[in-house]
């Protein structure tokens, strides 16, 4: 098992953005895949959402350097992509969505050749491979042909091959695809386990919201190659919070007492419901009720999910998309 990971990273740089885009494009002929993306995402374990076709394996294959921006310009560890892609692709890792690889070797040898593909001696990388193999759950199955390996246990190897050089950022495109629930479930865990336990950032791609819900603290939402949202998870969701109350008296007094506070509600069959983004509201629920005359039966706060905001700012997005 690895000591925690520790990044060759000066201290100026560590305040800097870990990605950052500036009016990113790219087109394939016709077909605009990103459009005018400018962002900065921080160090941290960064969810990439949208669903399929949306840009995202396009964004990725550009910060790997896989692929040449159409304008804009794109920096990944403070370095210009394009310009010093061999400087950054050193300190990445990249797990890909398709099956790529070597089944006609083991699982050891596979992940051991990567290690000294990425420049490590024989020995650092057969040391290397051990050790992520162990991490990723397949100890005892490191001198199996991968050819015999379920989905599950291929999955773990492609993350393997991916950390072993030790990066400061991993690319997971789309890593629990095929999994069964179990596996679905230890493929997550691990991958925040990479970021809470080694320091290593990630980016997630993905179009399961949950996934991202429950790996990520940042996200950066694209729909149609067009950013339509980014931000932590926490400052996100918190802006679209929901209060239920049911109460006995009059609702019309009660609204209108609501409403002179400068916030509405809404009826459903007796269930009222309340959208806030400030704690202050629950002391004016209190003086509404007091000046209305009625009574709270019961109260409860609801912090919005990740699908209900995400849902909420694709339909914003694509209402803003002239016909």
Do not use: W
């Not at 009016?23 to 949208?50: C, F, M, N, W």
């Not at 015999?148 to 991993?170: I, N, Y």
């Not at 149609?224 to 918190?238: A, V």
């Amino acid at each position: 098992m690895t000591a925690t990971h520790t990044a060759d990273t000066t201290q100026h740089e560590t305040r800097q953005a870990l990605i950052s885009a500036d009016s990113l494009s790219k087109h394939y002929g016709s077909t605009i895949a990103l459009d005018q993306v400018s962002v900065e995402l921080p160090r941290s374990s960064i969810g990439l959402l949208g669903p399929n076709g949306a840009g995202k394996s396009t964004f990725l294959r550009l910060m790997l350097g896989l692929s040449q921006p159409t304008s804009g310009e794109l920096r990944v560890f403070n370095r210009d992509v394009e310009q010093e892609p061999m400087e950054v692709r050193r300190r990445i890792g990249y797990m890909p969505e398709s099956d790529c690889l070597a089944t006609d070797t083991t699982a050891f040898d596979f992940v051991r050749h990567m290690a000294e593909v990425s420049g490590l001696p024989a020995t650092d990388a057969r040391l290397r491979a051990a050790d992520m193999l162990y991490l990723c759950g397949l100890d005892e199955e490191r001198y199996r042909m991968i050819r015999e390996f379920s989905t599950g246990m291929k999955q773990r190897v492609k993350l393997a091959q991916a950390l072993v050089h030790d990066p400061d950022l991993v690319f997971l495109d789309e890593p629990t695809n095929g999994l069964d629930p179990s596996g679905h479930d230890e493929m997550l865990t691990l991958i925040r386990r990479i970021y809470d336990e080694l320091g290593i950032a990630i980016v997630l791609s993905s179009h399961v919201l949950e996934d991202i819900e429950r790996v990520c603290d940042y996200v950066m939402m694209i729909d149609g190659g067009k950013l339509i949202g980014s931000g932590y998870l926490s400052d996100l969701m918190d802006t679209q919070q929901e209060i239920t109350l049911e109460i006995d008296g009059d609702f019309a007094s009660f609204e209108k007492a609501m409403s002179a506070r400068g916030i509405e509600i809404q009826n459903q069959n007796g269930l009222i419901s309340i959208s806030y983004g400030d704690d202050a509201v629950f002391d004016a629920i209190r003086d509404a009720a007091v000046d209305s005359g009625i009574a709270l039966r019961s109260l409860a706060a609801r912090r919005t999910s990740l699908e209900e905001f995400y849902i909420g700012v694709v339909e914003s997005h694509q209402a803003e998309v002239p016909d």
